[in-house]
Nanobody, 121 residues
Framework: QVQLVESGGGLVQAGGSLRLSCAIS????????MGWFRQVPGKEREFVAA????????HCADSVKGRFTISRDNAKNTVYLQMNSLELEDTAVYYC??????????????WGQGTQVTVSS
């Protein structure tokens, strides 16, 4: 049974920072690419960032480039999303999942409960 638990969301002012964490259990975490996604009500879930199995390669959506950084700690079975210079448009529920690294598409159908990020003016 694969479990993903996201944490670290909250309320932050525009221009501020947050660090999200996603803890994974139930599979060999270090062999899989991981990604972050976000979703707002009424819209489809969108890709934010992906990292390959050993953390050596990453890519992200244009909307967050230069502001968000994805990283991972395989010893802790955890992937992170450092979010800086947050904008109102970053408000969403953020999810992590296993992904196909090159396409950024989620794989396996594994999703956690998500963590809410709210950016205020």
């Amino acid at each position: 049974q694969v479990q993903l638990v996201e944490s670290g969301g909250g309320l932050v002012q525009a221009g501020g920072s947050l660090r999200l964490s996603c803890a994974i259990s139930g599979r060999t975490f270090s062999t899989y690419a991981m990604g972050w996604f976000r979703q707002v009500p009424g819209k489809e879930r969108e890709f934010v960032a992906a990292i390959n199995w050993n953390g050596g390669s990453t890519h992200c959506a244009d909307s967050v480039k230069g502001r968000f950084t994805i990283s991972r700690d395989n010893a802790k079975n955890t992937v992170y999303l450092q979010m800086n210079s947050l904008e109102l448009e970053d408000t969403a529920v953020y999810y992590c999942s296993t992904v196909d690294f090159y396409s950024g598409r989620p794989e396996g159908g594994y999703w956690g409960q998500g963590t809410q990020v709210t950016v205020s003016s």
